[in-house]
């Protein structure tokens, strides 16, 4: 073990964990730092008004800092960095290197990847090598982490993925606590007003960056010549397409993308298939959260909505030709790249769904996202003093 210091430890996050961590990911995730590779660190949660969507991952990091203590000897050394979640799609790879050849993390010590899901289920290729030592080779499967110190005893590589979307949460440690990225999130965290409103889900609904992060290749994201927003085309491998809710909001086909970004930062419906559904979504990232947290859901929604009355009123009605020629008139300008978005974001273990027309299952999905959503909620209003005296994130009910 000192040769190659590095542990794998299979089931360490439950299946469930590693579906509400890929939610939150495809809620919210931009463009990441390689090629064909999207990101959500915590700071992004922070900044976009998601700042309890880190409630789900305190305990794991936790977690995850004490088996890095304890396998390589460190205890009470060690301070998290960076936490992310990332996803690497068709055409992503990484060649040999260690993790501490970096200009942007030279303190690194270590690093934890918690697979999300897994090889020939959700993806093909993405293979991790050890260039020496056992094991050589893992193929990733969700709920699985391994431990690597980020020196030159572990270099590693990532074979290209060749379908699907490979996911992770990623951890780096350090021992120089002036690397601690708690202190820092705390300053961002201290900056949002958590404690108002909190039995207000308007409060809680998601806010887009304020650069556009959402454009796929980031290197087009000032031409829009070509690629995709990446909300409207994980929304779109759903099988939900956008249609705004302002009247004064259609643009012509001249008019600019930049334009047509503004409209995500507006209201608007979801039509699916060939019905609208006339509920007001705040944004397109309130839209998407919805729709993700449905796909991770499902099940309990459908159970739900048998159960219980509805919460809120929504008429499903059929999409009008006008209605169906703005849909289109935005799908070709936000999905520009339409095969590009399918390909790197819709694998076929993503089902598209054909039709949603059912009013007490989407009322039941609303209620049940609003609740999930002022829990964790009201659980970060009540860690935050805490957090704030400690000057370090953790979670209340482990301590
Ligand atoms: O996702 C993985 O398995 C490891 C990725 C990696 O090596 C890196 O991002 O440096
Ligand atoms: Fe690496």
Request: proline share 4%.
């Amino acid at each position: 073990m000192a040769e190659h210091p590095r542990l794998i430890l299979r089931n360490f996050l439950s299946p469930d964990t590693c579906k509400e961590l890929e939610f939150i990911h495809k809620s919210c995730c931009t463009v990441g730092y390689r090629p064909n590779v999207f990101s959500t660190t915590v700071s992004h949660l922070i900044a976009t008004n998601s700042a309890h969507l880190i409630m789900p991952l305190v305990p794991i990091r936790e977690r995850l800092k004490e088996k890095v203590e304890e396998h390589f000897g460190c205890e009470y050394e060690l301070f998290v960095e960076f936490t992310g979640l990332v996803s690497w799609s068709k055409g992503a790879s990484i060649g040999w290197h260690s993790d501490d050849n970096r200009d942007y993390l030279k303190q690194s010590g270590s690093k934890a990847v918690c697979y999300l899901n897994s090889y020939e289920v959700d993806f093909t290729g993405g293979l991790f090598h050890f260039q020496d030592g056992e094991p050589s080779t893992i193929a990733p499967m969700a709920g699985d982490v391994i431990l690597y110190t980020a020196d030159n005893r572990n270099i590693h590589s990532v074979s290209e993925i060749l379908e699907g979307e490979r996911t992770t949460l990623t951890l780096w440690f350090s021992r120089d606590a002036s690397h601690d990225e708690d202190a820092k999130l705390l300053i961002s965290l201290s900056d949002c007003s958590l404690s108002s409103s909190l039995d207000s889900i308007t409060s809680c609904v998601p806010t887009l960056a304020s650069n556009n992060m959402y454009w796929f290749p980031p290197e087009e994201a000032s031409r829009f010549q070509s690629g995709f927003d990446i909300c409207t085309a994980r929304l779109h491998v759903l099988g939900f397409d956008i249609f705004p809710s302002c009247e004064d909001c259609y643009l012509s086909r001249q008019d600019s993308c930049h334009n047509f970004l503004k409209l995500l930062k507006e209201p608007l419906y979801l039509a699916c298939g060939d019905k609208l559904l006339a509920w007001e979504f705040v944004n397109i990232l309130h839209a998407l959260q919805v729709m993700q947290f449905y796909r991770w859901k499902e099940l309990e929604i459908e159970e739900t909505a048998q159960l219980k009355g509805c919460c809120i009123n929504v008429n499903v009605i059929p999409l009008s030709e006008l209605h169906r020629q703005k849909i289109d008139q935005l799908k070709v300008v936000l999905l520009k790249d339409l095969q590009l978005a399918v390909t790197l974001l819709g694998h076929t273990s993503n089902k598209k769904r054909e039709s949603f027309d059912d009013e007490l299952r989407f009322s039941a999905l609303v209620c049940e996202w609003e609740s999930y959503t002022l829990k964790l909620r009201k659980e970060m209003a009540m860690s935050l003093p805490y957090w704030t005296a400690h000057q370090s994130i953790f979670s209340l009910s482990q301590s």
